[in-house]
């Protein structure tokens, strides 16, 4: 599915991010300020900070819905300039178009993908993907007929289905419960691995990002919000949501997140974050004294940031 | 729910039973009144004789209602439907003729509205330029009753026919042409922005996702449009003349039968009411749950 060459050591990331600046009023206050921020091939990266810092202005330039007002992103060597098939993305509310059913809703993008295929090669296609997110006993459903957490998970399917480079996912899981948001996170956690895909995904809850992500980028507040902060994700490559917790690193790492959210955030808006975003590992140090797990931490709980 | 009856059989019943009290009504107003000769004023009896009649006698045919009774009514519509395409020159025609001359010239001038309202709209809908350059003369020429059109129609066209096929045309175009620039203009953000993700062309994205998503809206506008085209044939076929139900109305007026006249405007009715279905047929199908 992916290119088999190991991305080597020398070679330039997959996807930089290099200066991006947008304001929206010509002359006004920027709401990104030289955000920066590199990539690689099959790194799945969370982008955490408060509502209004323009997370989703960084992906909708990154899918080519927006065009920026300075800088540059550029993926596997060519800059990003409109948007490409190259690149997938699952829109915040599911997007799906309600007079079509699964089936057609999936096919249609796979038709934008590889005009000339033959019916017969879109529809294995089609069921391919499906099948992926587990909804092949619903394949013919419009999606009115379908729970909210189907809808995200045919929104998943359309976008993997066209094979991009990149998938692009704009707070996917923000309108579901919590119990449907932790099935869906490990079915996209268990496609992400088989497939190798590289995602940019843009979260609320610090919970989800230290589960799916390798990279955490953190965001300072706006305006002229940048990437302030990344923060590597040194935790076992198969974890997984049940066991997370009893891991060391893991509150190390939450903490971190949550003390960048909750305090150090907001001193760093109208561009006072660093310009080359440093690269940290707070999950590290917490490996080398080995705390005992503090039993009186409520651990579960899910921090999300309003 | 305490009724045993359904809602449905309940109000069928009350239907019916306010269809046979308005026959019951209509029945007892045009009962023969006893106009007997002490009725008339002397003048009155005095131009009953100049006319050769006896204004004494007891059969005297003024005995009966000018207007038609129920069992006038009833003959008339059972001979109507009876022999519904019978042609006996201009001025005879069976009612199922005049019906399909007027059904054909709605078909025709609301088939042209479609191909030019629904592309104009899908324009004015995607392009604030367009929309704003073409609202003047939509909103001038919208409230202009479509008969007014029908001298210039007349003088440019030559022919009554054409001309009458003319006005439902223009008549049909305005809610087609607003509803669709209004259901082009609402199609959601974030379907547009899956197609551009796709890359998919401008051709594609017009039918395959603007035109299903706005097709609701749209088809309430030709819904519109068809009810306001069969309500304006009739009109224009009355000035035209020729053929056609309007034209039927006219002629049994001018024939002074009230009977065929009310026979018309039942079938009026009743094809109204099938295309209005018809378009509500369509709606529900292009019509989707979100």
Redesign the interface.
Known sequence: MRTDNPPHPAARPFLTVEGLTKSYVAGGEPVLDGVNFELDQGEFACIVGHSGCGKTTILNVL???ESASGGVAIMSGREIAG???E???V?Q?H?L????SVRKNIA??VR??WPDWRDAKVTEQVEKYVEMVGLTHAIDK???ALSGGMKQRVGIARAFA?QPKMLLLDEPFGALDALTRGTIQDELLRICRETGQTVFMITHDVDEAILLADKILLMSNGPQARVAEVVMNTMSKDRQRATMHHDAQYYAIRNHLVDFLVTRSKDLSHGRAPAKPPHVSPGLAATTPVPEPSAGEPHAHVLRIA | MNHPISLRLRSAILSAAILVVIIAIWHVSTLPTKSSAAALTREQMEYAKLMGKDPQADSAPSAKSSFPTVADMGSVIAKGLAAPFYDNGPNDKGIGLQVAYSLGRVALGFGFAVAFAIPIGFVIGMSPLAYRALDPFIQVLKPISPLAWMPIALYTIKDSSISGIFVIFICSIWPMLTNTAFGVAGVRR??L??A?????RPMRKAI??IL??A?PTILTGMRISMGIAWLVIVAAEMLVGGTGIGYFVWNEWNNLSLANVIFAILIIGLVGMALDLLFAKAQKV?T???
């Open positions: 899918a080519g819905l948007p490409s098939l690149r997938g993305v829109f509310g997007a178009m309600p007079w079509l249609f993008a934008s993908k419009k999606p009115a066209i | 974030e379907w922005n899956v551009r993700t796709l890359q998919v395959e996702v299903p998503a097709a292009v989707y749950a979100d």
